[in-house]
């Protein structure tokens, strides 16, 4: 068995230091915030270049409490991808604002600059670009299109941990970077968690309120806020892992590398690694015109494979009633994503002979 993620074999070769921090926030009795996860916010941003970093939840989490921190709600739209996990979506629709959607580029499976500012009105209040698979969208021209509308940018780095953008990292790029620690994630927890990266000191001090039932201190609430903290094992658990971050980081590469290389002729398609960017491939994707077949013949012997995402957002039936719900046709080239897209195991545990099979697997497909 090949499998499209191996997090026992990640548990293992730092057992040691996890359980030990999962004991020490034990002992202490730090379950909910606490030192654990202010020492986490505080490497995780550094990590990024960014000043100020608040733990919440999940990913979803961070999303939202980014647009309520800028007072986005009912009228407002938000611009941002129909490629892209539900999670961005359903974060704008929790405000009561519209999301506005703009098409995907086939080269790099993030947000079409060209096509963004036909899609800006008068109610538009933010910009959502999404770092899919890993890779960082084209965000200079998002930047000018933010200044010259007056827009603020919410970076979805969910899939993007260290991804950079012409050598400054995602997240430090626009107003807000909110990053995914679901365990599959590059960076994964244990559960469920996420964060909102800054440099706006007053923004982040909002944030901070507002995730914490919007208290000023302890039973003094200023504000409507959630219960959106993080917990202090997954705080703990994180900053051992964010040690490894950049190792494991350049192990995926090397990985995402060697399949471009041994796949080069095999008329297999990838979503291509933009030059001003450093593509971190939390998902390693191809894209094949009988895909369904080949993942079922991948099965069959044992590879484990993904799909991301088969029905894209402008489909969905549980948008219907929020104004997004689209026909097919409407933005091609994710639909073209949803229908060939395969992701195939990349993680910094896969070995060199699983990899070999995998493409020998596919080459074989390619020859029946």
Not at 201 to 208: A, G, T, V, Y
Not at 335 to 361: C, G, M, R, T, W
């Amino acid at each position: 068995m090949i499998k499209f993620l191996d997090l026992k074999s990640q548990y293992k070769s730092i057992k040691s230091e996890i359980n030990k921090e999962i004991r020490n926030t034990l002992n202490k009795s730090n379950f909910v915030l606490g030192p654990e996860v202010e020492k986490f916010e505080k490497n995780f941003a550094s990590a990024h270049g960014s000043k100020n970093g608040i733990a919440v939840n999940s990913g979803t989490s961070a999303l939202h409490i980014a647009l309520v921190a800028e007072n986005i709600g009912r009228g407002d739209e938000v611009i941002t991808v129909p490629m892209t996990f539900t999670a961005t979506i359903a974060s704008i629709i929790y405000t009561g604002a519209k999301p506005v959607l703009v098409d995907v580029d086939k080269k790099t499976c993030t947000i079409d600059v060209k096509k963004i500012e036909q899609k800006i009105t008068k109610k538009t209040k933010a910009i959502i670009p999404v770092h899919l698979y890993g890779q960082p969208a084209n965000m200079d021209p998002i930047l000018a299109l933010a200044k010259k509308y007056d827009l603020i940018v919410i970076e979805d780095c969910a899939q993007a941990h260290l991804g950079k953008y012409k050598n400054k990292f995602v997240g430090n790029i626009g107003n807000y970077g909110c990053f995914s620690f679901y365990p599959g994630k590059n960076l994964g927890a244990y559960g469920e968690g996420g964060i909102v990266i800054t440099n706006d000191k007053n923004k982040s001090e909002k944030i901070r309120m507002l995730r914490d039932w919007g208290q000023e201190g302890k039973y003094n609430h200023v504000m409507l806020g959630f219960n959106y903290r993080m917990d202090g094992i997954q705080g703990a658990i994180l900053n051992v892992k964010l040690k490894y971050l950049n190792e494991w980081t350049n192990k995926r590469r090397i990985i995402a590398k060697k399949y471009e290389k041994m796949l080069k002729k095999s008329n297999i398609k990838f979503c291509l690694e933009n030059k001003l960017t450093k593509h971190v491939y939390h998902i390693f994707s191809i894209f094949h015109h009988d895909r369904d077949q080949l993942k079922n013949y991948l099965t069959k012997f044992g590879i484990q494979t993904g799909l991301h995402y088969p029905v894209p957002i402008h489909l969905q039936k549980a948008y219907r009633k929020f104004g997004i719900y689209g026909r097919n046709g409407d933005f091609p080239v994710s639909e073209f994503i949803a229908n060939n897209q395969l992701s195939l195991p990349i993680y910094p545990e896969l070995n060199i002979k699983s990899l070999k099979v995998v493409v020998d697997k596919i080459k074989e497909f390619n020859e029946i």
